[in-house]
């Protein structure tokens, strides 16, 4: 009986560490949780390909997945890889609207790592078709206004602190109506 999905690694699989924002925000939706720790574009891809979308319908898929691919994986390799997903999860649950996010900025400054990650997003971008894949990207919203990441919002500067989930809610409530409807 699961309407929304949330599909991820262990930035998704958090949301079970901050009940309080999750059941605020999403609880009217009876959501589920499928993210994994450690898991890169691949595990998720493996996941959805052998039976884990088995038995649901969700109306709406919130996924967020490549960040554990970005420091052995190229660009087009992980941008292929979320577009894999994408179109899985579209033929496994054809009625599914997928709300496809940017991978999340990491570390503490700007620098390469956060630029590999700004193509990759560049490229998945492009998923959105505005009818059952919706692109967004809320990565600004976790940065000062120099590019920075705090500890406030990411104690180790890859993983949310429970002000950083809320962040997350609320840039994503308003496009989660849309499509929960």
């Known amino acids: 009986n699961v309407d929304l999905l949330f599909l991820g690694d262990s930035i998704t699989a ?10 605020t925000a999403f609880g009217k939706y009876k959501p589920a949780n499928f ?3 450690g898991d890169r574009t691949q595990h998720v891809l493996w996941r959805i390909t052998n039976g884990e979308l088995e038995g649901i319908t969700p109306k709406a898929a919130v996924l967020m ?8 994986d190229s660009v087009e390799g992980i941008a292929k ?4 997903i994408v179109k899985t999860l579209r033929e ?16 503490p400054m700007p620098g390469p790592g956060r630029d590999k990650l700004k193509q990759i997003n560049e490229i998945i971008a492009k998923l959105d078709d505005g009818k059952s894949v ?36 609320d840039a994503i409530t308003p496009k989660l109506a849309e499509l929960m409807k």
């Open 14 to 23: 958090g949301w079970g560490g901050k009940k309080e924002v999750w059941d």
């Open 35 to 37: 993210g994994i720790g």
């Open 65 to 72: 997945i490549g960040t554990n691919n970005s420091g052995s």
């Open 81 to 84: 890889g979320v577009t894999a």
């Open 92 to 107: 496994k649950s054809p009625q599914t609207k997928v709300l496809l996010l940017a991978i999340f900025p990491r570390g």
């Open 134 to 169: 919706f692109y967004l990207d809320i990565g600004a919203k976790f940065l000062e206004a120099d590019g920075t990441l705090t500890k406030e919002i990411m104690p180790d500067f890859l993983h949310l602190s429970t002000k950083g989930y809320q962040i997350w809610a």
